[in-house]
């Protein structure tokens, strides 16, 4: 199974394949990717893969572990669509399980870390030494900023915030995504935005 959905499943994908498919509604193409039809679920992730993707590389900061665990989210979710509920939105359960498969990615990570010496070769190489065009130079470093503030918030406060304020989810959306209580979505969200506003308020100050 895990052979079938890799080979149907990339990244790459083919610009317009489906494109006069595109006004299925989610129902129909849960329904019909459930009954076997393997266009349906691609044309599932051409539709939702770029979101997960972006919600992903929030968590890690990392563009080509955000590519590798939304090929694992996009896994998952083959192999448990029929477990999706009616009443439940199809990308409140995409977000759900990209959630998991981020908060693995991390905790594997830190375990990983206790173990590294500073003098070890992959720490050595972290850094990337090619040339950045002057022109890109801000936007990088504004990046960085960014994404260096996001990795400084705590995983619950960094959660709610990506998903509200970048991937526009209501309340409960994200509820259901995280599991959280809404009054600790807005308390987790105000927090989150007082310390994003304290870390980049400064640098986009003029």
Known sequence: MKR???????????PGAF?????????DLVT?????????FRLIFERYSRPVISFIYDQV?????????????????YRGLKSLRKETKLSSWLFGIAKNVARESLRARIRQNQHIDLDDKQVLDLSDQSPVPSSQLLDKEFNDVVQ??????????????TLKIF??????????????????????????????RQRVGQYVRT
């Open 4 to 14: 079938l959905a890799a080979r149907d499943i990339s990244l790459e994908g083919r």
């Open 19 to 27: 494109t006069g498919s595109l006004m299925n509604s989610s129902a």
């Open 32 to 40: 019909r990717a459930c009954q076997g039809d393997h266009e349906a």
């Open 61 to 77: 900061s990392d563009r080509e572990l955000a590519d590798e665990l939304t090929q694992e989210t996009f896994v998952r979710a």
């Open 148 to 161: 260096r503030s996001l990795a400084s918030l705590d995983e619950d406060k960094r959660l709610v915030f």
């Open 167 to 196: 991937h526009q989810c209501s309340y409960e959306e994200i509820a259901e995504i995280t599991g959280f209580s809404i009054p600790k979505l807005k308390t987790d969200l105000h927090r989150a935005r007082a310390e994003m």
